[in-house]
């Protein structure tokens, strides 16, 4: 018995305008990835959803009629990839606000603080290697005078 294994998202533009109804959209987005934009038609959208949300990494693709009926959306319905997309887009930023504040504060401090000690750090050792120790104590107080610098270092 002969196997053919084709990856998907390699195939030529040429090759995937071979796929007719939601199997080309499925690899015109596995080709052309998260920013894939089409005014085609979906045929089959619950499973279309659900098929896009598993290829791009989500663990959980089992609400996709949950999302739809909250949307409106019936699989009898007519709607463009793009119009999909872009309602289930907006779906996830809505998500990921509602989920992310509490965390998003935490973690966002932790981050800004790393990005503000290595930002310091490399303005730090840019004046120590200029010499400007007077520079770097007004600095240390001042922070008006840190956002020039940092300006000046080419920093900000």
Request: charged share 40%; glycine share 10%.
């Amino acid at each position: 018995m002969k196997l053919h294994v084709f990856e998907m998202r390699h195939l030529r533009e040429e090759t995937r305008k071979l796929f007719h109804s939601d199997m080309r959209i499925v690899v015109d987005f596995l080709a052309e990835g998260s920013g894939y934009r089409s005014d085609r038609k979906i045929v089959h959208k619950a499973a279309l959803i659900r098929m896009i949300r598993v290829l791009s990494g989500d663990n959980d693709p089992e609400d996709v009629e949950q999302w739809m009926h909250e949307q409106g959306i019936r699989e009898e319905d007519e709607i463009r990839v793009c119009e999909l997309f872009d309602q289930y887009e907006r779906r996830g930023l809505a998500r990921g606000k509602a989920e992310g504040r509490i965390a998003g504060r935490a973690e966002g401090k932790i981050e800004g603080r790393a990005e503000g000690e290595e930002l310091f750090a490399s303005l730090a050792q840019s004046l120590i290697e200029g010499g400007r120790l007077d520079d770097l104590r007004r600095a240390l107080s001042d922070r008006g005078y840190r956002t020039r610098l940092y300006a000046e270092a080419g920093l900000s």
